[in-house]
């Protein structure tokens, strides 16, 4: 059991929080007691950055809490969006700019996920056109379904199960052999169901390279919790290393904490605004930031649309000094 974690859920509300022995203690007994409505905020007080290593655990809890016949505000339309447009987002309409040079069949795909045809458009074109120039030969789906982990966080197993299958069937009725993902979520799920079918799950930073033309500045990079946490081991080092190399400096005085807005941000939104106000005040006031970097560009980045996302509107709520740029327009 990991003991030795930092859980910004639990130090932003401690009086609901459930630790890693009391997750296996519930689900050791889970047949001999019922949640109750009640039990919400201390169950869903938990945005799945999986610094604690129980995330799965805390999905079955979830999923016993619904069973229990216990209730979420607003969930069941947000079954019924799910049913009609295969997203969390009312109809699917990706943003997502059309780029000349994209195949139109490959057995390589390029995933967005919902969240960034959706809400960050602009994070997903630039990985696109660092493809290309990449000579990096995928194609899209015209019309993605989610892979799932969005109504996963809410309980609804089965209903996420469902969407496992739909996107299985579908890549394998295209002939994908190779996935690369934009999004944590989706390269966890993918990974994680997909690769005993013989696909190969890739995220869009194995693809990255130390910039051709030395750049310069300051920068910060808001890691992606779940895949730092686990999911691609080496992957802080790795990028931090590659834009050494590309000739920013990197600010590293800043913990490297959860930005607020993992996924589970859908159910306590108190708790992900909180802990996203307080991360952009980390960026704005500690660590004698706003000296170190008065007289060269400041930027900051992610590899993560959800983290990219609340940097641009939270960090703009705090007017944190840094420019916010996605990784492949850094490199470009």
Known sequence: ???????????????HFVTNEEVYKLLANKKKFKFTQDDYFKLYNCIHCNDCGTAEERFLLKE???????????LDEV?????????????????????EGISLESTTLLYLGCFTTVKTPRYG????????????????????????????????????????????????????????????????VFKKHYSEHGITVDYFTDYLRPAKLKKKGNLIIQHACPLKNGEIPG????????FKKSGYNILDAVPRDCCGFGVGHQLRVDISEAIAMKRMIDFKEEGGYIEKVKDNENFITSYCPNAYWVLKAYGRKQRIPFKVKDMCNLLM
């Open 79 to 99: 079954l019924k969006t799910f049913e009609k447009y295969n997203s969390p987002f009312i109809q699917n309409k990706s943003r997502v700019r059309p780029i």
């Open 1 to 15: 059991m990991k003991e030795d974690y930092k859980c910004p859920c639990r130090d932003t509300d401690p009086e």
């Open 64 to 74: 016993k809490f619904l069973k229990d016949g216990n209730k979420i505000e607003g």
């Open 235 to 242: 992957i802080v080092d790795n990028l931090e290393s590659l």
């Open 125 to 188: 074109e630039n990985i696109i056109k660092y493809l290309l120039r990449e000579k990096i030969d995928f194609c899209l789906l015209e019309e993605e379904i989610c892979c799932g982990y969005p109504i996963l966080c809410t309980g609804e197993i089965k209903t996420y199960e469902k969407f496992v299958k739909k996107n299985l069937e579908l890549f394998k009725s295209k002939g994908f052999k190779k996935i690369i993902t934009a999004c944590p979520s989706c390269y966890m």
